[in-house]
T-cell receptor, first 109, second 116 residues
Framework: DAKTTQPPSMDCAEGRAANLPCNHS???????VYWYRQIHSQGPQYIIH???NNETNEMASLIITEDRKSSTLILPHATLRDTAVYYCIVRVNDYKLSFGAGTTVTVRA | DSGVTQTPKHLITATGQRVTLRCSPR?????VYWYQQSLDQGLQFLIQYYNGEERAKGNILERFSAQQFPDLHSELNLSSLELGDSALYFC???????????????FGPGTRLTVL
C-alpha cells in the first residue's frame, strides 16, 4: 500500500469546517483513499472513501487532487463529538487496513 | 452503532492463561477481520476469515488463533498470555458484494484485554 502522511494534530473551532490533509504521493491508479476515525479507544468508524472523484456523504466530503497525490477530508460543521484521531488509508486489493498514526483532531468550543 | 458486536467488553486475566474473544459480524457480512491495538504498536491487522475459511494473515502470533463458525461469528483465541498482549482487540466485518478486495470494513466496539 502507498504510504500516507498526515499532520500529527490540529485544532478546529466548533461550528467551523475542519479540513484534514493527507499526502499519498506514491499512490497507484487503482488504490483507493479511505478515511476512518477513532474516538477515544472506541472501534474505528468508517467515514468515506474514494478513487478519483470527489465524494460526499452525510458525515464528510473527500476531495482528491487531480494527480491523486493528496486528498482532504472536510467535516463541514465540526462539533465537539468530532474530536478523534482521523486516519487516512490508501488501499488496493488488500484485505487489511494499514493504519498509521493519524491526525488527532481537537474541536474546541 | 456499526452492527458488529464483540464480547466481552473487558477481560482481566493473568499471565500464562488462555482467553477467547467473540465477534458477531453485521447481518449478511461474510468476512471477519481481527485487529490488535496496543499503545506502542497502533492498530495492527491480525487475521481475516471469509465464510468460514482463513483468507489472510497479518502479524498474528503463533499463540493466537481464530476461527469463523457456520453462523459466521468468529472467535479469537489467545493462549499463554504475556503482559505484552494487553491491548484492545477489534473485530471488523465487511460484505464483499462488490467482488473486490476493497470492501468497506465496519468495526466493533472492541475488547480490552488486561494481562496481569
Amino acid at each position: 500500500d502507498a504510504k500516507t502522511t498526515q499532520p500529527p494534530s490540529m485544532d478546529c473551532a466548533e461550528g467551523r469546517a475542519a479540513n484534514l490533509p493527507c499526502n499519498h504521493s506514491t499512490i497507484s491508479g487503482n488504490e483507493y483513499v479511505y478515511w476512518y476515525r477513532q474516538i477515544h479507544s472506541q472501534g474505528p468508524q468508517y467515514i468515506i472513501h474514494g478513487l478519483k472523484n470527489n465524494e460526499t456523504n452525510e458525515m464528510a466530503s473527500l476531495i482528491i487532487t487531480e494527480d491523486r497525490k493528496s486528498s482532504t477530508l472536510i467535516l463541514p460543521h465540526a462539533t465537539l463529538r468530532d474530536t478523534a484521531v482521523y486516519y487516512c488509508i490508501v488501499r488496493v486489493n488488500d484485505y487489511k487496513l494499514s493504519f498509521g498514526a493519524g491526525t488527532t483532531v481537537t474541536v474546541r468550543a | 452503532d456499526s452492527g458488529v458486536t464483540q464480547t466481552p467488553k473487558h477481560l482481566i486475566t493473568a499471565t500464562g492463561q488462555r482467553v477467547t474473544l467473540r465477534c458477531s459480524p453485521r447481518s449478511g457480512d461474510l468476512s471477519v477481520y481481527w485487529y490488535q491495538q496496543s499503545l506502542d504498536q497502533g492498530l495492527q491487522f491480525l487475521i481475516q476469515y471469509y465464510n468460514g475459511e482463513e483468507r489472510a494473515k497479518g502479524n498474528i502470533l503463533e499463540r493466537f488463533s481464530a476461527q469463523q463458525f457456520p453462523d459466521l461469528h468468529s472467535e479469537l483465541n489467545l493462549s499463554s498470555l504475556e503482559l505484552g498482549d494487553s491491548a484492545l482487540y477489534f473485530c471488523a466485518s465487511s460484505d464483499p458484494g462488490g467482488g473486490g478486495y476493497t470492501d468497506t470494513q465496519y468495526f466493533g466496539p472492541g475488547t480490552r484485554l488486561t494481562v496481569l
